[in-house]
């Protein structure tokens, strides 16, 4: 989990009000300088994720053996469908950055070097602005190509017994 402490200073230091650990407090202190959030890790995941996948081009997240048991794992009642978001998704989140780690599949016939590179703008662009951490890196390793011909994981649409 991170902490994001906002606040704002007074004073004559030259890094006054930047990165103090406290807000001031009181009724004349602004709302947002009262307190602290938190921030937890699989939030930054999740919003990574999410951003990810919203790239045309990319087929999916996540390396090989994470998809096929997450694919059985989504398959399982009550394993949880949120966990889906955060495959192939890796972070590390300190008191005022993040960086993140991406597995990527991308579909066939895309510019592997521009997908990546709108990966990496939407996911600073969602990950600063929902959580306000800097984003010092985006690292993003293209685990596999979907090839048009390849059959999807999907269920059938109609089901065995009439």
């Given at each position: 989990?991170?902490?994001?402490?906002?606040?704002?200073?007074?004073?004559?230091?030259?890094?006054?009000?930047?990165?103090?650990?406290?807000?001031?407090?009181?009724?004349?202190?602004?709302?947002?300088?009262?307190?602290?959030?938190?921030?937890?890790?699989?939030?930054?995941?999740?919003?990574?994720?999410?951003?990810?996948?919203?790239?045309?081009?990319?087929?999916?997240?996540?390396?090989?053996?994470?998809?096929?048991?997450?694919?059985?794992?989504?398959?399982?009642?009550?394993?949880?469908?949120?966990?889906g978001v955060t495959r192939?998704?890796?972070?590390?989140?300190?008191?005022?950055?993040?960086?993140?780690?991406?597995?990527?599949?991308?579909?066939?016939?895309?510019?592997i070097v521009d997908v990546?590179?709108?990966?990496?703008?939407?996911?600073?662009?969602?990950?600063?602005?929902?959580?306000?951490?800097?984003?010092?890196?985006?690292?993003?390793?293209?685990?596999?190509?979907?090839?048009?011909?390849?059959?999807?994981?999907?269920?059938?649409?109609?089901?065995?017994?009439?």
């Open positions: 989990m991170t902490e994001n402490i906002t606040s704002v200073g007074g004073g004559s230091r030259p890094d006054a009000g930047v990165s103090a650990l406290k807000g001031r407090t009181g009724a004349g202190a602004p709302a947002e300088t009262r307190g602290k959030t938190i921030i937890a890790d699989g939030v930054v995941a999740k919003i990574a994720g999410m951003a990810a996948r919203e790239v045309p081009g990319i087929h999916s997240l996540g390396a090989g053996m994470a998809r096929a048991f997450g694919a059985v794992r989504d398959r399982v009642p009550g394993t949880g469908g949120g966990a192939g998704v890796k972070v590390e989140v300190g008191e005022r950055q993040a960086a993140v780690d991406l597995d990527v599949v991308v579909e066939y016939g895309v510019s990546a590179g709108d990966v990496r703008t939407n996911v600073i662009g969602a990950v600063e602005r929902m959580t306000g951490l800097e984003v010092v890196e985006v690292n993003i390793a293209v685990d596999d190509v979907h090839l048009p011909d390849e059959e999807e994981e999907a269920e059938p649409d109609e089901g065995r017994v009439r």
